[in-house]
């Protein structure tokens, strides 16, 4: 049975493959599209995540040779590099980037994906491979459907990253909720997800936190869980939302949607 650590790898790399062959069709004025990130057009989304594997591939192999990862100036001078770039470099870039990424997850033997620890910079301790990949994994997947939709409405978040990435949306409650624009209500609902079937309950208060399913919710919210994982990144607006997507109780999709505004 394949381990965590290989499900995410090959989550990516078929999430490269699928992407790369969108992006080597890809023309000047595609890149100039807008995308499902506020703000930026496809070709920066294509830099964000070249730039990502750039700093993550530098974290693993610092990892790998038993040294320190890069400095505090190694990220920004990255970011730097790629923002100088023009739309067609940021294609080239990330097309060339990733698959050095996936190529090196891939190249771990079975004792690496158990044992190696890598230290991504902002958490207070080094983590495993698998949970550096699905971190990895959660911005690759969500991106991707933000270059993807610039061109389909319909697009969603690859099936195969769905199950991965559910397992961390409470960790990151605290990063992408703002519990504050509900001005001191509080109310807990039952989620419902299908596709893979999940129940949770969500507490919105001073604070966001995934529960245990309540006897007595305050309401309920029903979707496909690719869709709840983009509402909870601020990526469910009205134009991206299924029919099968559901809230009753007491509060809106609407206020959902604010309570999750994205980045």
């Given at each position: 049975?394949?381990?965590?650590?290989?499900?995410?790898?090959?989550?990516?790399?078929?999430?490269?493959?699928?992407?790369?062959?969108?992006?080597?069709?890809?023309?000047?004025?595609?890149?100039?599209?807008?995308?499902?990130?506020?703000?930026?057009?496809?070709?920066?989304?294509?830099?964000?995540?070249?730039?990502?594997?750039?700093?993550?591939?530098?974290?693993?192999?610092?990892?790998?040779?038993?040294?320190?990862?890069?400095?505090?100036?190694?990220?920004?001078?990255?970011?730097?590099?790629?923002?100088?770039?023009?739309?067609?470099?940021?294609?080239?870039?990330?097309?060339?980037?990733?698959?050095?990424?996936?190529?090196?997850?891939?190249?771990?033997?079975?004792?690496?994906?158990?044992d190696l620890r890598i230290d991504l910079g902002f958490l207070p301790e080094p983590v495993d491979v698998a949970t550096a990949g699905r971190m990895r994994l959660s911005e690759f997947a969500l991106h991707r459907w933000d270059v993807e939709v610039g061109f389909d409405p319909a697009a969603t978040v690859a099936a195969d990253a769905v199950p991965l990435l559910l397992e961390q949306v409470g960790a990151m409650l605290a990063w992408t909720g703002r519990p504050d624009v509900l001005a001191g209500?509080?109310?807990?609902?039952?989620?419902?997800?299908?596709?893979?079937?999940?129940?949770?309950?969500?507490?919105?208060?001073?604070?966001?936190?995934?529960?245990?399913?309540?006897?007595?919710?305050?309401?309920?919210?029903?979707?496909?869980?690719?869709?709840?994982?983009?509402?909870?990144?601020?990526?469910?607006?009205?134009?991206?939302?299924?029919?099968?997507?559901?809230?009753?109780?007491?509060?809106?999709?609407?206020?959902?949607?604010?309570?999750?505004?994205?980045?």
């Amino acid at each position: 049975m394949s381990s965590i650590a290989d499900q995410t790898i090959a989550a990516l790399r078929s999430g490269h493959e699928a992407l790369a062959a969108l992006v080597r069709k890809l023309g000047p004025d595609d890149l100039l599209r807008p995308s499902g990130a506020s703000d930026w057009q496809v070709s920066q989304v294509l830099s964000h995540l070249g730039s990502g594997a750039e700093i993550n591939l530098a974290a693993l192999r610092a990892a790998q040779a038993g040294d320190p990862a890069p400095g505090g100036d190694f990220n920004p001078g990255v970011w730097a590099r790629w923002d100088a770039m023009p739309p067609e470099e940021h294609a080239a870039g990330f097309l060339e980037a990733n698959e050095r990424l996936v190529a090196a997850y891939e190249a771990l033997d079975q004792s690496a994906r158990a044992d190696l620890r890598i230290d991504l910079g902002f958490l207070p301790e080094p983590v495993d491979v698998a949970t550096a990949g699905r971190m990895r994994l959660s911005e690759f997947a969500l991106h991707r459907w933000d270059v993807e939709v610039g061109f389909d409405p319909a697009a969603t978040v690859a099936a195969d990253a769905v199950p991965l990435l559910l397992e961390q949306v409470g960790a990151m409650l605290a990063w992408t909720g703002r519990p504050d624009v509900l001005a001191g209500r509080q109310a807990v609902l039952a989620v419902r997800l299908q596709d893979p079937e999940r129940s949770y309950g969500l507490r919105l208060g001073e604070r966001l936190e995934l529960t245990e399913v309540p006897q007595q919710p305050d309401g309920e919210l029903t979707a496909p869980a690719e869709a709840w994982l983009r509402l909870t990144v601020g990526r469910l607006g009205p134009q991206y939302t299924p029919d099968s997507v559901r809230v009753t109780g007491a509060v809106s999709l609407d206020e959902l949607r604010g309570v999750f505004p994205g980045f």
